[in-house]
């Protein structure tokens, strides 16, 4: 009672009284469990592929992401294929608030040519098939269909940290 009467009085007097209701409280991170993924959009060129991953709140919690996290390539049979993994600054990390059902999007670049010492017929590394993704600070992964083959130069995947979806 004497709460919100004294709010009212220092509004009335032009003093600005911070919110208290849950919106300002911090985002708990999203975990795997909450998420699913999915390549949406893919770009190849002479070589090069490059490609957009969602992945989406599935849970009815709101969730947040900061940074990159972690991917590793797969196999049909679940094994993991060679990885190298490498973040690129654009666009760094900030933080992206996933309300349930909201998306965010991560850039994905790599190669189908071979690198050094790859094989030059046939496939440069292993076939994969699925793609691990780990949210950032998380430590499980959920999978996410990756049906573009070999990936070349050591299955290097150039990627973006987290940014929100564009719709």
Sequence with gaps: MWGSSFAAVL????????????????????????????????DPGAGQR????????????????????GLQLTAADGRPNPTNSERVANPGPSQVVLRPGAGADKVLDWWASPGEGEPTTGRCQP????????????????????TFGSVCIG?????????PAAG
């Design 11 to 42: 509004v009335a007097l032009g003093v600005v009284v911070p919110a208290t209701d849950a919106a300002a409280a911090p985002t708990a991170k999203c975990v795997s469990t909450q998420l699913s993924g999915a390549i949406v959009s893919l």
């Design 50 to 69: 490059h490609a957009i991953m969602r992945v989406r709140n599935a849970s009815a919690t709101t969730c947040s992401l900061y940074g990159y996290g």
């Design 127 to 146: 076939e994969s098939t699925g793609l691990r993704v780990i949210p950032p600070d998380g430590t499980t992964a959920f999978t996410v269909t990756f």
């Design 155 to 163: 299955g290097l995947i150039r990627n973006s940290a987290y940014y």
